[in-house]
């Protein structure tokens, strides 16, 4: 059986009830984890009010931080929080991107720096960054699982900047999992197949891209966060212990499909 009781859980990435990390989160609660979660603060709060009142009542998080992944300070006093409250952290997901629109339309030729140094810092370089402020929380072993997505591999229209961003951040999952691996932390990547979120909806042409891989799946459909959540809480759970490394595919089996 899938239990994760006892262990201690920090989530990244909900913006609001449709977020795959929200489908995480619950997954993650309902197989007995612990839960903190982390925002991304804005000035007035919105964002904060917004989390806050989702994950309060079913997930009854203990630690609630603040977290930016461009600000240094925030990510060491985040960390700090869960040394303090929980001494050990057992689980940590990744789940957040962002790349200007610019970066995911027109030609990938034209992308400027300053774009493509943002996407890459908030997409990929967080990883890293954060993993290296888990690793000493995670004497006892640990997991950390990051979310990525088919445009890191395969030249998917539009996805242009994030591809760049999700091909660095598979990467990183290898060169984490060699480094982190003698401290049987163990550092893998779901792929996810397209799902309507906050981040995706934004997107020119989403829904025609669900609805190709609604036709050509294996499973003719596309999956739900709470699919994600599943195979997350999974990858974090001791049914996993030898896993690392990976990107195990979670898109209704579009992956293995030549048209
Ligand atoms: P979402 O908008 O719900 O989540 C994106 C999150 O990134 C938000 O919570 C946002 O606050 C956070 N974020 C952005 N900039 C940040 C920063 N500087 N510091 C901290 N957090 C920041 O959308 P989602 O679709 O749930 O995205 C979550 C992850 O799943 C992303 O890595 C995305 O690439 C990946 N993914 C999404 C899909 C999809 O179709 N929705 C498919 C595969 C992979
Ligand atoms: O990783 C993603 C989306 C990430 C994302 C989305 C936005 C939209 C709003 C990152 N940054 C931004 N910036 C914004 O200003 N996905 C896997 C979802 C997604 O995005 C696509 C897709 C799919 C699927 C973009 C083009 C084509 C397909």
């Known amino acids: 059986m899938l239990n994760l009781?006892?262990?201690?859980?920090?989530?990244?990435?909900?913006?609001?009830?449709?977020?795959?990390?929200?489908?995480?989160?619950?997954?993650?609660?309902?197989?007995?984890?612990?839960?903190?979660?982390?925002?991304?603060?804005?000035?007035?709060?919105?964002?904060?009010?917004?989390?806050?009142?989702?994950?309060?009542?079913?997930?009854?998080?203990?630690?609630?931080?603040?977290?930016?992944?461009?600000?240094?300070?925030?990510?060491?006093?985040?960390?700090?929080?869960?040394?303090?409250?929980?001494?050990?952290l057992d689980i940590l997901i990744h789940c957040l991107a962002f790349a200007d629109k610019e970066g995911l339309s027109g030609d990938f030729s034209a992308i400027s720096r300053q774009a493509f140094s943002q996407a890459l810092e908030i997409s990929t370089y967080s990883l890293g960054r954060l993993a290296g402020a888990a690793k000493p929380l995670m004497n006892e072993g640990g997991s950390i699982v990051t979310l990525t997505y088919l445009g890191g591999v395969r030249a998917i229209p539009n996805y242009n900047l994030m591809g760049?961003?999700?091909?660095?951040?598979?990467?990183?999952?290898?060169?984490?999992?060699?480094?982190?691996?003698?401290?049987?932390?163990?550092?893998?990547?779901?792929?996810?197949?397209?799902?309507?979120?906050?981040?995706?909806?934004?997107?020119?042409?989403?829904?025609?891209?669900?609805?190709?891989?609604?036709?050509?799946?294996?499973?003719?459909?596309?999956v739900t966060q709470t699919e994600v959540g599943n195979a997350a809480a999974f990858l974090c759970s001791d049914l996993a212990s030898g896993i690392t490394g990976q990107v195990l595919y979670v898109d209704a089996g579009y992956e293995i499909m030549g048209m």
């Open 164 to 222: 760049v961003a999700k091909a660095g951040l598979e990467m990183s999952v290898r060169y984490l999992a060699a480094e982190m691996g003698p401290h049987n932390i163990r550092v893998n990547a779901i792929s996810a197949g397209p799902i309507r979120t906050l981040a995706s909806s934004a997107v020119g042409g989403i829904l025609d891209m669900i609805h190709h891989v609604e036709e050509v799946a294996p499973l003719r459909r596309t």
């Open 5 to 88: 009781s006892g262990k201690n859980a920090l989530v990244t990435g909900i913006a609001n009830n449709r977020s795959i990390a929200w489908g995480i989160a619950q997954q993650l609660h309902a197989a007995g984890a612990n839960l903190g979660v982390t925002y991304l603060p804005d000035e007035k709060g919105r964002f904060e009010k917004k989390v806050r009142e989702l994950v309060e009542e079913p997930i009854a998080p203990s630690i609630f931080v603040p977290c930016d992944v461009q600000n240094d300070e925030q990510i060491q006093e985040a960390f700090n929080t869960v040394a303090d409250k929980w001494g050990k």
